[in-house]
């Protein structure tokens, strides 16, 4: 049984794309959500800032039985997106229980750092 698995609410705290890369991988965040139902799962993002108005609204998708890698610098609310090297947090809202991890990818130097976390489900 695959229904009801994970949670409709997520909180990711720390967000932060980094504003530069070296080599060949280009810095960036991901929300990776896994949708275990056999039914889409309709997403809601919003984004919100330290010193502005949160991006409210922002649309995705995950078809049913699937998995989605949603990098945050892909996400647009009426042509505006998250700027790079500006702190910001994430709530992720789903109209069916999902599971939401997240990472970040940081190339500024040599040395490749990449850190993956668990998002905060609400209940």
């Not at 609204?57 to 996400?75: A, E, F």
């Not at 505006?80 to 939401?100: F, L, R």
Request: a negative charge.
């Amino acid at each position: 049984m695959t229904a009801g698995k994970g949670e409709k609410v997520w909180l990711i705290p720390d967000g932060y794309i980094p504003p530069t890369s070296t080599g060949d991988l280009e810095s960036h965040e991901s929300v990776c959500v896994l949708n275990c139902s056999a039914e889409e799962a309709n997403l809601s993002f919003t984004i919100y800032f330290e010193d502005r108005d949160p991006l409210e609204d922002i649309r995705v998708s995950v078809p049913g039985k699937r998995t989605k890698h949603v990098r945050t610098g892909s996400l647009k609310k009426d042509g505006v997106g998250i700027p790079p090297g500006v702190p910001y947090a994430i709530e992720v809202q789903s109209d069916i229980p999902i599971i939401v991890q997240y990472s970040r990818l940081d190339s500024t130097q040599a040395a490749n750092a990449l850190m993956s976390t668990m998002a905060y489900p609400l209940k």
